[in-house]
């Protein structure tokens, strides 16, 4: 059964010291989890540093959020640990149709899992926000640091409005959400599911846009990345990598060569943990059509890739003509996008890959940020998403790059990402502004 809350009441009604955001450690994407284990299991000692970075430089977060709030709802994360319930939950469900993919090793050392400490101060305008540490305890940190952002703005940009007020607010939001899922309701073999963790309004919005999506499109909705949502609304817990492990091991390679062939080290090292369903290719941390172009032949008999910063028509396209040069089937393969998705987007490309491949899309920021239009009292900008990610930009001493399909997405000094540049090119690398 869905929960109901009084969001508007709940909003406003805030009496108490603290109204944390991050209320359990599983309150995460799943992914975090599936490569948690791996980083453990393969590199335990490995220290790796995550950085605040705000590609909407309009947006002055530190004049808007307040330093010591932030503070306040970090160090509480810091005190949370995994529940008994959520560890027994994790050991005992079944994800990707297998059991126990979490060994017992790794689950007996998350019991006593804790986040490490941070680096917070002001400058220009900016919040410098660092993770250092080891990798396998600093990586837990990015979705709740962005959750909490995120959130501590929207409450920054709610605080004038009265309880009537908000009521309108999330009433036309609600009538906005349920508009997308009419149409996405004539999209007959749909497969999406909910990737809007890090840059949600807020949990309690989240949450209703998951129960909205269960209900209105039924068995089309095929789960959540947050695995806290997905364990509360007994929905499928879903991800699989992400960029900071091309990232790291790229940046701990001991030659050109090494750097080199990283994208494929991780996919072995990922195959030694996990299978079918789960072997997803991620193939732009630094560019597409380099990845492509030296791929070993067996990458081509994973399940399907993740074009993440390209669009999703054009990704797509070039990851299908490279599976029909290597004689597979496109037909039999999967493609998942999630990559700044809208409903137009989701139609446009369902529309055009029907037929041509398997398909599913992961929705974020415009499923669980989206109150354009909504306010009663005229545009508020506090309420705009903006584009802010926690990635990798450290290890071990060294500094870290992602290229990416999008040259704004680009992350690390501009010596290192020059120097990436002449070794992985710039062929199929096209600029477009980030929204999200």
């Not at 949370?80 to 126990?100: C, D, H, P, V």
């Not at 080199?260 to 195959?271: I, R």
């Not at 299908?320 to 493609?335: A, V």
Request: proline share 5%.
């Amino acid at each position: 059964m869905a929960t109901f809350t009084d969001m508007a009441r709940r909003v406003y009604n805030h009496t108490w010291k603290l109204d944390p955001i991050v209320r359990s450690l599983l309150d995460t994407d799943f992914y975090k989890l599936l490569m948690l284990q791996m980083i453990w299991g393969l590199y335990p000692g490995v220290n790796a540093t995550f950085s605040l970075i705000n590609r909407t430089k309009s947006v002055r977060l530190a004049d808007e959020i307040d330093i010591d709030e932030l503070r306040a709802q970090l160090d509480h994360v810091r005190e949370l640990r995994f529940t008994k319930k959520e560890m027994i939950w994790l050991a005992g469900n079944s994800f990707y149709g297998s059991k126990q993919i979490f060994s017992p090793a790794f689950l007996k050392w998350l019991e006593d899992f804790r986040l490490p400490d941070y680096t917070l101060e002001r400058r220009d305008g900016q919040f410098v926000l660092e993770f250092p540490g080891l990798w396998m305890e600093t990586s837990m940190w990015e979705i709740p640091a962005l959750a909490i952002i995120n959130e501590l703005r929207s409450r920054a940009a709610l605080k004038h409005y009265g309880p009537f007020t908000l009521d309108v607010l999330y009433a036309r939001a609600k009538a906005k959400m349920w508009e997308k899922v009419e149409r996405l309701q004539k999209l007959p073999d749909l497969r999406i599911s909910d990737f809007g963790t890090r840059r949600r309004h807020s949990f309690l919005w989240q949450r209703w846009c998951v129960d909205a999506l269960k209900e209105g499109i039924g068995d089309n909705f095929t789960g959540t990345s947050n695995v806290k949502l997905a364990m509360d609304t007994d929905l499928e817990a879903l991800g699989t990598n992400a960029h900071e492990l091309p990232m790291v091991l790229a940046a701990l390679a001991s030659s050109d060569e090494a750097l080199l062939a990283s994208p494929y080290q991780v996919l072995t090292d990922w195959e030694r943990y996990y299978g079918g369903n789960l072997k997803i290719v991620l193939p732009d941390a630094f560019g597409t059509d380099s990845f492509l172009e030296h791929a070993p032949d067996w990458v081509a008999d994973w399940t399907g890739f993740r074009p993440d910063s390209a669009p999703a028509i054009a990704g797509g396209e070039r990851i299908i003509s490279w599976w029909k040069s290597r004689g597979r089937d496109p037909r039999e393969k999967l493609l998942i996008f999630s990559d700044g998705l809208d409903v137009d987007m989701i139609e446009e490309a369902y529309l055009h890959f029907d037929g041509k491949v398997r398909m599913a899309f992961g929705w974020g920021t415009n499923l669980t940020n989206d109150f354009a239009g909504c306010e009663p009292d005229g545009p508020n900008p506090g309420l705009e998403p903006i584009s802010i990610v926690a990635k990798v930009s450290e290890a071990n001493g060294r500094p870290v790059v992602k290229l990416s399909d999008n040259p704004a997405k680009a992350t690390g000094t501009p010596e290192e990402i020059a120097r990436y540049i002449r070794l992985f090119g710039e062929s199929g690398r096209v600029e477009y502004a980030v929204k999200v």
